[in-house]
């Protein structure tokens, strides 16, 4: 059974940092993408980074650009979201997602999904 754990939310002040991450357990898969998602309160989820979702390199929404980066440990089978500069409008849930695909890129029917961890930043 595939299970993620994220971890690594809290509550910082604006200008902080914090560091998310998202470690799986039962994960075989040797090709998947990993995303970083955030739900804040009255709004819809949004793509915050991913690695690997189109091509090689990172995607970071316009918002979070030169303040968030993204990484993985494939040794580790863990994500991470390095968060720097915090603003309180980054308050929300974040999610980690990972996607496996095959040989010729094409997405399986099931995406693995963390618990969310709660970061508030309090202006």
């Known amino acids: 059974e595939v299970q993620l754990q994220a971890s690594g939310g809290g509550l910082m002040q604006t200008g902080g940092s914090l560091r998310l991450s998202c470690a799986t357990s039962?994960?075989?898969?040797?090709?998947?993408?990993i995303a970083w998602f955030r739900q804040a309160p009255g709004k819809e989820r949004e793509g915050v980074s991913c690695?690997?979702?189109?091509?090689?390199?990172?995607y970071y929404v316009d918002s979070v650009k030169g303040r968030f980066t993204m990484s993985s440990d494939n040794a580790k089978n863990t994500a991470y979201l390095q968060m720097n500069s915090l603003k309180p409008e980054d308050t929300a849930v974040y999610y980690c997602?990972?996607?496996?695909?095959?040989?010729?890129?094409?997405?399986?029917?099931?995406?693995?999904w963390g618990q969310g961890t709660q970061v508030t930043v309090s202006s």
């Open positions: 997602k990972w996607s496996p695909y095959d040989r010729n890129g094409s997405k399986f029917p099931t995406s693995y």
């Open positions: 039962g994960f075989t898969f040797d090709r998947y993408a």
């Open positions: 690695i690997r979702c189109s091509d090689s390199s990172i």
